[in-house]
């Protein structure tokens, strides 16, 4: 079952502005992580917060989680070109796993 | 560290033929996950070892799907006999701390089976 569901479901900006994806999910969570996917390739890391956590930075990258609305969202500063792949929320439920959204294709013009 | 490193990358089968999907974690990662990917259906976990010992295994589609982790730096995901519908593609992942944890994937084997 999807826990994460991310929205927009696509989303196109030039380079330099920021992007900013969304993620609801419906059960208590431990933390929540965003992955990066580039077309053809695996999913790669980019931030964990946890839940008792409500902002988190990592370089042009900010991650918030609200609880109490059961959402998060990632906000990608001064985008670039390479920026350009899916972005997928995981939540991390009781047992040990995750379950990830449907991702977010994120389109980066020159 | 070489990463998660999985073989082969593309697999091309004929339907009734057996595909076995190889998976090496990064070393000192006690935890292994094998994920499918499809458009329709996204990211799912299938199954998930700790300690070479499978833990759960409800994600596994059917008794045609099973997987294998012999030792701690080896895992087999093998289906028997395929169907066009196997058609995805199979990632798998490790975690030094748990499943709750970030995971590291590998880069993914692409599966088609006609």
């Known amino acids: 079952s999807q826990q994460g569901e991310e929205d927009p479901q696509a989303l196109s900006i030039q380079e330099g502005e920021n992007a900013t994806m969304n993620c609801s999910y419906k059960t208590s969570i431990n933390n929540l992580q965003w992955y990066r996917q580039n077309s053809g390739r695996g999913l790669v890391h980019l931030i964990l917060?946890?839940?008792?956590?409500r902002e988190k930075h990592s370089g042009r990258l900010r991650v918030t989680l609200d609880t109490s609305k059961k959402s998060s969202s990632l906000l990608i500063t001064a985008s670039r070109a390479a920026d350009t792949a899916s972005y997928f929320c995981?939540?991390?439920?009781?047992?040990?796993?995750?379950?990830f959204g449907q991702g977010t294709r994120l389109t980066i013009n020159p | 560290d070489a990463g998660v490193i999985q073989s082969p990358r593309h697999e091309v089968t004929e339907m009734g033929q057996e595909v076995t999907l190889r998976c090496k974690p990064i070393?000192?990662?006690?935890?292994l996950f094998w994920y499918r990917q499809t458009m329709m259906r996204g990211l799912e976990l299938l199954i998930y070892?700790?300690?070479?010992?499978?833990?759960?295994d409800s994600g596994m589609p059917e008794d045609r799907f099973s997987a294998k982790m012999p030792n701690a730096s080896f895992s087999t995901l093998k289906i028997q006999p395929s169907e066009p519908r196997d058609s995805a593609v199979y990632f798998c992942a490790s975690s030094i701390a748990g499943g709750h944890e970030t995971q590291y994937f590998g880069p993914g084997t692409r599966l088609l089976v006609l």
């Open positions: 070892f700790n300690n070479n010992v499978p833990i759960d």
């Open positions: 917060i946890r839940s008792n956590e």
């Open positions: 070393s000192g990662h006690d935890y």
């Open positions: 995981a939540t991390a439920q009781g047992a040990q796993k995750l379950v």
